[in-house]
C-alpha cells in the first residue's frame, strides 16, 4: 500500500536553530515528490518538486533533498516567519499522497 | 498572474442539505484536483478533472461529484450533507498532469451543523 509518513509532527526550534524535517515513503513508481508550506487557515504553498534520488533544491533558508526511500527538508538558521506546517506530497500514477505535515514553530 | 481562486471562502449549511464549491485554476492549466483537509486525516485526494473528464477518483461515496467546464473551471458537488463532511475543501490546479507542480487555492471552509 502506497504510504507517506512524515516526522515529527511537531517541532519547536529557538531562531537560529537549524534542523530537518523528514519525508519517508513507501509506494510504486515514484513521479515526483513535492514540499508545501501551509499557514492556518490557507492553502498548501509550493516549495519545491524533486523527480529522482540525489536531486537538491535550495530556496533561501530551506533545502530540499531526495533518496530512494526518503525526502529531508533543511531548515537552517529559521527565524518566526518560519513557522508552519510542512507537507510532503508524492505522485505516483496520477495521484498524490500526502503527508499529514510537521508543525515548525520557531521561537524568537 | 492571477492564482487558484475558490468560492465561496466559507460555508455553513445543515445536515441533509447539499452544497456546490467553484474553482477557477490558472489560467492555461488544465488539471484540476480537489482535496478535503480534516485535522484528524490531513489532506485526502477527491478527485481530479482533465479536459472536462475526470482522470482520477479517490475513496470517498458518490455524494461527492464534480465537473469540469471548457475553460478548466471546476465545480465539486456534495449531497446530503452530514456532519463528517465538514472540512476544507482545497483545488490544485497543474499545467498538464499532476506529475508537475500544483498550486492550491485558499480553500472553501464547509460547516455542517
Known amino acids: 500500500e502506497d504510504q507517506v509518513t512524515q516526522s515529527p509532527e511537531a517541532l519547536r526550534l529557538q531562531e537560529g536553530e537549524s534542523s530537518s524535517l523528514n519525508c519517508s515513503y513507501t509506494?510504486?513508481?515514484?513521479?515526483?515528490l513535492f514540499w508545501y508550506r501551509q499557514d492556518p487557515g490557507k492553502g498548501p504553498e509550493f516549495l519545491f518538486t524533486l523527480y529522482s534520488a540525489g536531486e537538491e533544491k535550495e530556496k533561501e533558508r530551506l533545502k530540499a533533498t531526495l533518496t530512494k526511500k526518503e525526502s529531508f527538508l533543511h531548515i537552517t538558521a529559521p527565524k518566526p516567519e518560519d513557522s508552519a506546517t510542512y507537507l510532503c506530497a508524492v505522485v505516483t500514477g496520477n495521484q498524490f499522497y500526502f503527508g499529514t505535515g510537521t508543525s515548525l514553530t520557531v521561537i524568537p | 498572474k492571477a492564482g487558484v481562486t475558490q468560492t465561496p471562502r466559507y460555508l455553513i449549511k445543515t445536515r441533509g442539505q447539499q452544497v456546490t464549491l467553484s474553482c477557477s485554476p490558472i489560467s492555461g492549466h488544465r488539471s484540476v484536483s480537489w482535496y478535503q483537509q480534516t485535522p484528524g486525516q490531513g489532506l485526502q485526494f477527491l478527485f481530479e478533472?482533465?479536459?472536462?473528464?475526470?482522470?482520477n477518483k479517490g475513496n470517498f461515496p458518490g455524494r461527492f461529484s464534480g465537473r469540469q467546464f471548457s475553460n478548466s473551471r471546476s465545480e465539486m458537488n456534495v449531497s446530503t450533507l452530514e456532519l463528517g463532511d465538514s472540512a476544507l475543501y482545497l483545488c490544485?490546479?497543474?499545467?498538464?498532469?499532476?506529475?508537475?507542480?500544483?498550486?492550491f487555492g485558499q480553500g472553501t471552509r464547509l460547516t455542517v451543523v
Open positions: 490544485a490546479s497543474s499545467l498538464d498532469s499532476q506529475g508537475t507542480e500544483a498550486f
Open positions: 509506494v510504486s513508481g515514484l513521479r515526483g
Open positions: 478533472y482533465f479536459s472536462e473528464t475526470q482522470r
